[in-house]
C-alpha cells in the first residue's frame, strides 16, 4: 500500500512552506509590537516567562 499527500508536489509543498513561513513572520511582528508597545504589556511578558520557567521546573 502506498500512501500519497498532497504535499509530495513540489509547488503545493513550496507554497506550503511559504505560507507557514509568512505566519510565523506576522506572529514574531506582532509579539514585538505589543511586548514594545507599553510597560504594562511586558510586565505581562515577564509575569507569562515566569510562571513558564516555574513550570518546567515542576
Known amino acids: 500500500m502506498r500512501l500519497?499527500?498532497?504535499a509530495e508536489i513540489e509547488s503545493i509543498r513550496?507554497?506550503?512552506v511559504?505560507?507557514?513561513t509568512?505566519?510565523?513572520f506576522i506572529i514574531d511582528i506582532l509579539f514585538v509590537a505589543i511586548t514594545q508597545s507599553s510597560r504594562q504589556e511586558r510586565?505581562?511578558?515577564e509575569?507569562?516567562?515566569e510562571v513558564?520557567?516555574?513550570?518546567?521546573r515542576n
Open 14 to 16: 513550496l507554497s506550503s
Open 52 to 56: 513558564i520557567k516555574e513550570f518546567r
Open 43 to 45: 510586565k505581562i511578558l
Open 22 to 24: 509568512s505566519q510565523e
Open 47 to 49: 509575569k507569562t516567562i
Open 4 to 6: 500519497y499527500s498532497v
Open 18 to 20: 511559504l505560507s507557514r
